[in-house]
């Protein structure tokens, strides 16, 4: 039996949870998500919890089994609490700025990079550290990503946007020959 899968989701209050055709709709203060059970994969609820169960012990099932469960306990999580992911911009001359719904970053670049925030995702300026936040764990991390891969910190001097909690492994320079 799979360790996360068998784990029950305790519903908090506030957060609504239907299961209709194999849809799963989580709906709660901050917003709604959806998605689709996979196939192989029985979800119940009883009282103020979701069980996730499998039909066997198909390899392919047991795979699908934590997966599913990890997917509704943040969508759970998401829709209550929200997510989170700090970004730090590191470098001489480099700045962020919001520009209405937009971020504009100055990155090293010979023109500024406006980086446009979807839908369901808000962004927030503070010094050099910019704060994604969401209730979809996917596309918080994702939004997250792209940002970072406009610049990704090199190992010299450690310039570019980082996660706030990631450490550069740096490189020594050029060691020049001896004589």
Known sequence: MSRIGKLPIDIPSGVTITVENGIVKVAGAKGALEQVALPG??????????????????????????????????MVIGVSNGFTK????????????????????????????????PTGITASVEQNIITISGFDKQQVGQVAAEIRALKKPEPYKGKGIKY????????????????
């Open 86 to 117: 700090k970004l730090e911009l590191n470098g001489v001359g480099y700045r962020v700025a919001l520009a209405g719904a937009d971020l504009r970053l100055n990155i090293g670049l010979s023109h500024d990079v406006t980086f446009k925030i």
């Open 164 to 179: 706030q909690d990631e450490r550069i492994i740096r490189k020594s320079g050029k060691s020049g020959k001896e004589k």
């Open 41 to 74: 994969i029985t979800i119940k609820q009883e009282g103020n919890q979701i069980n996730v169960t499998r039909a066997d012990d198909q390899p392919d099932n047991r795979a699908k089994h934590g997966l599913m469960r990890s997917l509704i306990n943040n």
